[in-house]
C-alpha cells in the first residue's frame, strides 16, 4: 500500500507538471502528499513551482500544506504578491503558524489602506493587549490603536475586555451575492432596509432604523448569508456575535459580556449585530442546560429593549434552527417581533445556485433543470455537496486518463446517489410544531411550504 500511495503520489507531481494552473489537480497533490509516508517529494516541487499560475485559493491551499509540512518559507513564497487579497492570505497563514509578530503590521496596514479587507477572525486573534503593570490589569487596542478597554484592576474587568473581542466584522455582500430567496428580501428589503435608507420618511411616522428580526429554517438554507446581505444592502457594519464567547461558567459574567457587546455596538452606528443559533442565549427554560439562564435572558431582553440606551441605527438579527426552543418573551414588540421563514431553495433558486457552483468549471453542456428536479428539499449546502461530489468524480477519471474529463451529467448522477437532503428531519419536526403547537400563526409560513412543495 506504502508503495502504491509513493506511485500516486510521483504520478500527480508529474501531472502537475505537465498541467501548470489546474487547481484541482493540484488540490489532489496536496490531498495524496497527506496521505503519503513520505510527503518529500510533493514539498520538494511545490517548493520550485510558480504560485502565480493557479488562483489565490488553490494557492493558499498549497500554503497551508506546505506550513503543516513545516516548510514555512516555502508555504510563504506561495501567497507572496501586492494584491489585497494576497496580502490578506499572507496574514492568514501567519496567524495560522503562529507568529503574530509579523502578522500584526502587515494586517494593520492592508486595514488602514483598505478598510474592506477587515477580517474578523483576524481582529480576534491579532487583537493586542499592552503589558500589565504588578498590581493592574491589561489596556485593551484595536489594531488601529484604539483604545478600547481600560486598565482593570485584578479581577476586574477582564469579561468586558473580552466582550470586545467577540466582535466579527467581514467584508460586505448585498443580496445580489444571495441566490434565491426573493420572497424573503423582499420583506426585509421592505420591512427592514428602507427604514434605513430612508430615515426622514418613516421618522414622520413615529418609525426607527433598527430592532429585532429572527430568521430561522433548516440548517444550511443561507440564513447567515442573508443576515450578512442584509448588514451590506443597509450600510451597515455587521457584527458576528461569537456566543461561545459570551457564555461563562461564572455567575454574573455572561450577562457583562453580553451588555458589553451591546454598549460597543451603541458606539459605532449603523451596526448589525448577529447571534447565530439563538437559543443557547435565548432558549425556554426547559430547553437550557444552563441554571443561571434566566439572568441572562432578562440581560438579553433589557439590552434589546434599550431601557438603559438608544438603540436607533442598531439591527439586532438572530438565526436559529430551533424556534420552538425561544423564550416567547423574546417574540413580543420591539424585540424579535418580525420572524422570517428561510425555506429550502425553491426550483428557481436551486436552478440559480447550481449555475452559479458550476461557473468556471469544465463542464459539459448539463441539463441543470433535470438535476433540479431531483433535489426537492435539497438545502443550499446539500446543493453545493452535489456538485463538490460530482468535480471530485470528474477529477478521478481527469487523473486516470492524463487529461480534463469535464463535469458531465452522468458525473452529477453518481453525485446524486451519494448526496441525500439533510432537511427532511428539520421539516418533520417543524410539521408537528405548526401542526400542534402554532402560537399566533407563527409557523404558518411553514405549513405553506410544506403544503407547496412536500406532498
Known sequence: MSDDKRQALADLIETCAAMPGSGPILRSLLRAG?????????????????????????????????????????AKSWLAGEGDEERLAMVRLLVRQGRMKEAAPLYRALVDE???????????????????PSGGGAEVFSLSGERLGGRAEAGGDKDERDAIMVESVRKQITFEDVGGLADIKKQISRKIILPFQKPAMFKRFRKQAGGGVLLYGPPGCGKTMLARATAGECGARFVNVEIPEILDMYIGESEKRLAAVFEEARADRPTVLFFDELEALAARRKFSHNSNSSALVSTFLNEMDGYSADNAGLLILAATNTPWAIDPAFRRHGRFDRVLFVPPPDKVARLEILRSLLAERPQEKLDLEAVVAKTSGFSGADLTNVVETACDI???ESLDSDEISPISKAHLAEALKEVKSSTGEWLSSARNYARYANEGGLYEDVLAFLDKNMR
Not at 34 to 47: M, N, V, Y
Not at 114 to 132: E, T, Y
Open 34 to 74: 497527506r496521505e503519503a509516508p513520505d510527503p518529500s517529494p510533493a514539498i520538494a516541487w511545490l517548493s520550485q513551482a510558480n504560485p502565480s499560475a493557479y488562483d489565490l485559493d488553490t494557492r493558499e491551499k498549497a500554503a497551508d500544506f506546505l506550513s503543516d509540512m513545516e516548510a514555512s518559507e516555502a
Open 114 to 132: 483598505n478598510p474592506a479587507m477587515r477580517d474578523g477572525d483576524l481582529d480576534a486573534a491579532l487583537m493586542a493587549r499592552g503589558a500589565a
Open 394 to 396: 470528474a477529477i478521478e
